[in-house]
């Protein structure tokens, strides 16, 4: 049968469906291979269904979710789900709140809330941390360009092979230069104005106005400065230099404007609050970025000027590693701009200039980066397809794909690919006098350029710096989230023939026993309160009226789940039963405060084990029941079950029998 096949809107349609209607979407946003969407009410989602939608490639649950749809088709997908929306990328469809558990008697949310267990305790369990939240943050500055970068990246590594083999005279000029100029202006829609698109993005993800974003990233391109009197740098005296501040300070301008418009917004009356807010913050956050973060970097870039002359002048192995290594960094400021005068200037009185071969390197150090991600990660889909994209314009020169959409938001394979460019640059320091006739783009777009013959100087460099990001990437840059991800989707796929061949060897029924968690009087399902219990959506089960808070495990296993608001655990038995035993009625909504767990995901259980002590007056003066529910979730395991006693009972007493199937 051929497989179903939706027209755009229709897929859009389905995937509002499948997370709970149009109006549980707060935004919608895309990257190179998935619909971004932040959910208001995440129970709201059904992640089975958005699955089983044809043009569905995936879901994954994280701050937003992620629906995904694969290159080439996604941005449509997000195009017309914004479309029925009446919205644009990027902005508010909905602002309601999320839907309280205690009037859901759908039995969706609870259904959800076991599914998402797993994911859900395992992400309990990481500590937070600043630098993650800063990575997580530039990821999502990021990775919407992607598709830019690749595009414009590999016309410019086109332009940069040509144009550099017109300057080695391998070329006409007069035939090929108008096709050079235009992949040039084809190119710079997107470099020259990156700052600009980086401040849109940066107010998206900091939830500041994206055109005043706009606006606070081309402040560092001083347009309109008047020339004959430049604006001074308040540390030197020297002039301002466009661009000084780099991607990085148009990230924390935003920041800053962010939380300026923010302020002003809650202070400023709503009659004039459209003309105050962004007047002021632009004046204010454009103050402190000519006369603060500009002059900062300019300050550093005069202390990276010192410090290149030094190496410079230590000369050999050492100046091309420190140089190779430092270069990332120094784009990332905006620094690299001030290296131009020198390359000109060596070109000037020497000829050539040795310094960009060595500079070229950490181009390099970033292909082998990704490379060695492709290797370690090739599960994720995601990862693997950016690299594919962004890895030949790598290659030729153009290095912001890999570093945006890579190897920054991973954050260790930026610093392993800064040292594979290290590498290469002791290279091509120690072969000595490689050097370029011209400036322009690195990578293999520089080898027409390398002067006297020395071209096989710098490609042992290239070589050098590619094994040297792959090496370091490989053995010390893969992230541990990243391997998880990666040993779990392994694991996936070696234990599912496993467990099959398990289940084949044992034919015979077996029998698990239950007990009463607690002290009180166990109660069969059809009198809770609640119908999801009652009407048994979640499966066969039981549960006990507690009369004090020590809750026991009601079966021998592994404890396979632990919900963050620890009202929830879920245990699996040896032959395969999946239990859960759920503290309270609607207790999701008090956060986990009347929950004194005892016990840890992984950890193993018997009946005689305290899994958790519960203040169960804190429970019922949130007015909610203190039911404490024990069920088996996998009902199609089982071939038999008895509830062999009710009414009062000590905890640990034996009260239900379940026999498994062959």
Request: hydrophobic content about 45%.
């Amino acid at each position: 049968m051929a497989k179903e096949e939706l027209t755009l809107e229709e897929l859009a349609s389905r995937i509002y469906a499948g997370v709970g209607g149009m109006n549980n979407v707060e935004s919608i946003v895309h990257c190179m291979t998935r619909v971004r969407m932040k959910i208001i009410d995440d129970a709201s989602v059904d992640v089975d269904e958005l699955k089983a939608i044809p043009g569905v490639l995936g879901v994954v649950e994280d701050e937003q979710l992620q629906v995904i749809i694969g290159p080439g088709k996604v941005n449509k997908v997000a195009q017309a789900m914004v479309d029925q929306a009446g919205v644009k990328l990027g902005e508010k469809i909905s602002s309601g709140t999320p839907k309280s558990t205690s009037t859901d008697t759908s039995g969706k949310a609870l259904v959800n809330e076991r599914a998402q267990a797993m994911k859900a305790a395992q992400k309990s369990k990481q500590k937070p941390s600043k630098i993650k939240s800063i990575l997580k943050d530039i990821s999502n500055i990021f990775v919407p360009m992607i598709p830019a970068f690749v595009g414009t990246g590999i016309v410019a590594g086109i332009a940069a092979v040509l144009a550099n083999l017109v300057t080695a005279g391998t070329l006409d000029a007069a035939t090929w230069q108008q096709y050079i100029d235009i992949m040039n202006i084809l190119k710079n829609g997107m470099f020259s104005y990156l700052v600009i698109y980086t401040g849109i993005n940066a107010a998206q993800v900091f939830g500041a106005t994206p055109t005043l974003g706009g606006v606070i990233g081309a402040v560092v391109m001083l347009t309109g400065m008047n020339p004959e009197a430049p604006l001074k740098n308040l540390f030197t005296g020297d002039p301002l230099a466009a661009g000084q501040g780099g991607i990085l300070g148009v990230i924390f301008a935003v920041w800053l404007l962010s939380i300026v418009e923010k302020k002003l917004h809650k202070v400023v009356p709503d009659s004039v609050d459209i003309i105050v807010t962004p007047t002021l913050s632009l004046i204010v956050i454009g103050l402190v970025e000519i006369f603060l973060i500009m002059p900062l970097a300019g300050f550093i870039s005069d202390g990276m000027v010192g410090g290149i002359n030094w190496v410079l002048g230590v000369g050999g192995a050492f100046s091309g590693f420190v140089l190779g290594t430092l270069f990332l960094p120094m784009v990332m400021f905006g620094l690299h701009q001030i290296l131009t005068p020198i390359h000109v200037q060596m070109i000037d009185e020497t000829g050539k200039t040795l310094l960009l071969p060595i500079l070229a390197m950490a181009g390099a150090g970033q292909v082998g980066a990704a490379l060695a991600l492709w290797v370690r990660c090739k599960k994720d889909k995601e990862l693997t397809e950016m690299i594919k994209g962004a890895l030949p314009v790598g290659i030729l020169g153009i290095g912001e794909p890999l570093i945006y959409g890579v190897t920054l938001p991973l954050g260790r394979p930026f610093i392993t690919a800064c040292i594979g460019g290290g590498i290469g640059g002791a290279v091509i320091g120690m072969i000595g006098n490689v050097g370029a006739i011209a400036i322009g783009p690195s990578g293999a777009a520089l080898i027409p350029l390398i002067s006297d013959g020395k071209w096989y100087g710098y490609v042992l460099g290239l070589l050098a710096a590619y094994a040297g990001g792959f090496v370091a990437t490989f053995f010390f840059g893969i992230p541990k989230e990243q391997l998880e991800k990666e040993a779990l989707a392994e694991e996936t796929i070696i234990n599912e023939p496993v467990a099959s061949t398990v289940a084949a060897t044992n034919m015979g029924t077996s029998e698990i026993t239950l007990t009463a968690v607690a002290d009180g009087t166990v109660e069969p399902l059809e009198n809770a309160s609640d119908p999801v219990f009652s009407q048994k959506m979640m499966g066969e089960g039981y549960f006990v009226e507690p009369v004090n808070g020590q809750i026991y495990s009601p079966v021998t296993g592994k404890v396979s789940s632990v919900f963050p608001t620890k009202h929830a655990i879920g245990i699996t038995t040896a032959n395969g039963l999946e239990i859960l035993l759920h503290m309270g009625i609607n207790t999701v909504d008090l956060g986990g405060k009347p929950f004194d767990l005892k016990v840890v995901e992984g950890q193993q259980v018997t009946s005689d084990t305290l899994v958790a002590d519960v203040d169960l007056a804190a429970i019922k003066s949130a007015g909610k029941e203190t039911s404490m529910m024990v069920l088996v979730t996998n009902m199609d395991r089982v071939a038999n079950f008895v509830l062999e006693k009710t009414g009062k009972a000590k905890a640990k007493t034996q009260v239900m029998d379940v026999e498994t199937k062959a």
